[in-house]
């Protein structure tokens, strides 16, 4: 089993679909991350967890919600997107969200997300 | 704010020549330094890291110094192979911790 694996790897889907995206994490840490990557841009950081509690929201729109049932697994809902969401879209995670004592995330293969 | 800039890609190099990759940071505090690589179809993987200045980071060839007088962290390696063909992001943390800032990433071929 690698560190941390993402489902599905590519997706495409219309402005009217619902869809999920997950990602599991099998090194014990605690916190976990959403991240955006899109081209020629900084990866965005969309949310954080710790413990399963949401301690990051970077102002990211609603049409993407997220869910964290444990601290091994993390889910991103998609619903009514646009084509500007169109992205690869990054699970990581680390040991703790105090990442300037560890200083080391750990990244799945992504999701490519294409939206009609 | 913390921010960073590194030099836009894409690069190409033949095997065995000297690479940099210029990143230079912006940060209220005084942050951690590393180098991400990212190869083709995987995510995003610590290739080295430098937690204070002076410090130099190093992994598989590759170097970079954390410089607070020049605010920067480039990154080199002296003789680059076709396996070293992936996309570099240099990034910080700051003390507060709970975050990264990411640079846009640089795209390096090694052409045999």
């Known amino acids: 089993e690698t560190g941390v694996t993402q489902t599905p790897r590519h997706l495409v889907m219309g402005m009217t679909n619902k869809k999920s995206l997950k990602c599991e994490q099998h090194?014990?840490?605690?916190?976990m991350y959403w991240y955006k990557q899109s081209a020629k841009k900084p990866l965005e950081l969309m949310f954080v967890?710790?413990?399963?509690?949401?301690?990051e929201n970077n102002s990211v729109p609603s049409r993407f919600s997220p869910e964290c049932p444990n601290s091994s697994h993390l889910f991103l809902h998609l619903h009514t997107l646009q084509p500007e969401d169109s992205a690869l879209y990054l699970c990581?995670?680390?040991?703790?969200?105090?990442?300037?004592?560890?200083?080391?995330?750990?990244f799945g293969e992504g999701s490519r997300l294409t939206v009609l | 704010g913390n921010s960073v800039t590194q030099m836009e890609g894409p690069v190409t190099l033949s095997e065995e020549a000297f690479l940099t990759i210029n990143c230079t940071y912006t940060a209220t505090g005084y942050p951690s330094l590393f180098w991400y690589v990212q190869y083709p179809g995987e995510g995003l993987q610590l290739l080295l890291k430098a937690t204070k200045a002076d410090d130099k980071g190093s992994n598989k060839g590759f170097e970079a110094t954390y410089r607070k007088e020049t605010t920067s962290f480039h990154l080199e390696k002296g003789s680059v192979q076709v396996s070293d063909s992936a996309v570099y992001f240099c990034a910080l943390s700051d003390r507060a911790g709970n975050q990264f800032y990411f640079g846009t990433g640089t795209s390096l071929t090694v052409i045999p």
């Open positions: 090194l014990g840490h605690n916190a």
């Open positions: 967890y710790s413990l399963e509690e949401r301690v």
């Open positions: 990581a995670s680390s040991q703790d969200a105090a990442l300037s004592l560890t200083g080391e995330l750990f």
